[in-house]
């Protein structure tokens, strides 16, 4: 692994530098691997080889304990890239950054998983929704069981929308014992072992490179030491919810950030369109002008949505509600830039030989990311009621 972007000795510029680098680099392998549908691995070996899939561990176990702050400056950044690896990223920060702060796990399970992410590259990510459940956001108990027979511990279920699947060497698997009173928490699942297999149910619209498929555990012995700290039902996240927050805001920042990759092709295209009839660029046209202007008034938005959630979070001031709205609020904004320059310049907007189009698809993707629309203006509502 290489030296990490984030060392005392590193300048802000040379950091940059290297972000420069990977957006550009992804951005060229993006279409490949959005008309496959398959994980780009070779970015996610390039962000191991930059030292960037350690940076949430904590200083002490070779990260950076890098903040929220830093973290959405990154995913924002790599999205106008490859979202679908941004994302990939973006799990890996959250989970890593989670376990390391949490005390459901041991010392030696976290250096196990530490270990790993730093020397191997490893990827961590929470497998939560279900085919029948839906997203745990919504409350419910998960069908996804863990069951003792003697000293042996097993776990079966299946997690739909795993993203990172085939990439993945960590699960935190959402499951609740077989008790009459079942305990509810998260199992660390070596994606390994026997058992465990993956299903290829990912057929979306955009963030086709995600590989979000279904995980299957039939019947997986998983050693005891990584089972967390079961809570009796009904448990609220256990833990999680302590990571809604940033959660909601990096969300925001990558999905802006996808919007930011439009706006700025857009601005190439309209300079290099030069219509025989007009004999000059598009650029030329007022209309294109305001166009460009009312998608920047709503990016600009965004910046200060974003900013204002991240400080809010740091302070620790009503940050899920507002957060969850910021990333509503965000995403939408987004989804209307993009889609203004779609309908402005008409089918080279649609056509899969502009990455126009696959931005267009890729930010349509922000409203299914927890919270969604409804839930996080039911949870500002009732904050508002005090209900």
């Not at 990333?327 to 320059?341: D, H, L, R």
């Not at 990455?355 to 990311?369: A, D, I, Q, S, T």
Request: glycine share 8%; with cysteine; proline share 5%.
């Amino acid at each position: 692994m290489g030296d990490s972007p984030f060392s005392p000795t590193t300048s802000t510029a040379a950091t940059d530098k290297v972000l420069d680098e990977l957006v550009q680099v992804f951005a060229e392998r993006a279409p490949r691997y959005d008309r496959s549908g398959n994980i780009a691995v070779e970015n996610l070996h390039d962000l191991h080889d930059a030292g960037f899939l350690a940076l949430a561990l904590p200083k002490e176990a070779g990260g950076a304990d890098i903040s929220l702050r830093t973290v959405t400056q990154i995913i924002s950044r790599l999205a106008q890239g490859d979202p679908s690896t941004a994302l990939i990223l973006a799990m890996q920060y959250l989970q890593s950054g989670a376990f390391a702060h949490s005390p459901q796990w041991s010392d030696e399970v976290k250096q196990e998983l530490f270990e790993s992410i730093r020397q191997e590259g490893a990827l961590i990510n929470a497998l939560r929704v279900e085919p029948e459940l839906g997203t745990p956001a919504r409350g419910g108990l998960p069908d996804t069981t863990v069951s003792r027979n003697g000293s042996t511990w097993r776990i079966s279920g299946r997690k739909i929308f795993s993203t990172g699947s085939t990439a993945l060497q960590w699960g935190v698997v959402w499951a609740k014992t077989d008790d009459v009173e079942p305990k509810v928490g998260p199992v660390l699942v070596p994606l390994d072992l026997r058992g465990v297999r993956i299903e290829k149910s990912w057929h979306q619209l955009g963030m086709r490179a995600t590989g979000s498929h279904t995980i299957i555990f039939d019947d997986v012995e998983i050693p005891e030491r990584y089972l967390g700290l079961l809570a009796p039902s009904p448990a609220k996240e256990n833990g999680l919810v302590a990571i809604a927050s940033w959660h909601a805001i990096v969300i925001a920042g990558l999905y802006n950030g996808i919007a930011i990759a439009a706006r700025d092709w857009l601005v190439e295209f309209l300079h290099s369109r030069v219509p025989s009839n007009l004999g000059a660029s598009l650029a030329t046209l007022p209309r294109f002008q305001i166009l460009l202007g009312e998608m920047d008034a709503l990016l600009l938005s965004n910046e200060a949505l974003i900013t204002h959630a991240i400080t809010l979070a740091e302070q620790g001031i009503e940050s899920d509600t507002r957060a969850g709205l910021a990333k509503q609020a965000v995403t939408e904004n987004a989804i209307t830039a993009v889609s203004k320059a779609v309908a402005a310049i008409g089918n080279p907007g649609l056509s899969q030989d502009n990455p126009l189009e696959r931005h267009y698809r890729n930010v349509l993707c922000g409203r299914v990311h927890t919270p969604q629309g409804d839930s996080a203006f039911l949870a500002a509502g009732r904050e508002a009621l005090k209900i």
